[in-house]
């Protein structure tokens, strides 16, 4: 079991890592407006493939974890969840007042967003079991 584990944590590093380095390449060139809008297409479309290969191996990973581990991770998500929907209900609100920064909540920041909302979860569900 434990070897499994292992196997399982390192294929999600080794797929999150394949994922960061399709996604920014592709933030670039679609940011510069390299190519024609059917190869843009394609470039877009390759990050969201390796992120759902990503996934599917973290959830692997998290499937051959211990209960507390597991439990951390999934408190870990919720938290990040509720925080995000949180976040995005007070940009929805701030928007139909008219007042939004949209070069600090625009769609890419977002993301990276989600990601610090799950480490807080993480971190609150890590204390709060004490590992």
């Known amino acids: ?3 499994s584990a292992k196997i399982a944590n390192r294929n999600s590093i080794i797929f ?12 670039w060139l ?14 877009a479309i390759v990050p969201v493939i390796t992120f759902s290969v ?29 925080l995000t929907a949180l976040l995005l209900m007070v ?7 008219g007042i939004s920064k949209p070069g600090w909540f625009g769609y890419a920041e977002l993301g990276g967003y989600c990601w610090v909302f ?10 709060k079991y004490g590992i």
């Open 30 to 43: 679609l940011k510069h407006h390299i190519f024609g809008q059917h190869v843009s297409i394609i470039v």
């Open 54 to 82: 990503f996934i599917v191996k973290l959830i692997k990973a998290y499937a051959v974890m211990d209960e507390v581990k597991q439990r951390v991770q999934f408190e870990a998500v919720v938290i990040g969840f509720a």
């Open 118 to 127: 799950y480490y807080v979860g993480w971190f609150i569900s890590i204390k």
């Open 91 to 97: 940009l929805f609100l701030l928007s139909l007042c």
């Open 1 to 3: 079991m434990e070897q």
């Open 16 to 27: 999150a890592l394949i994922y960061g380095a399709t996604y920014i390449p592709a933030v």
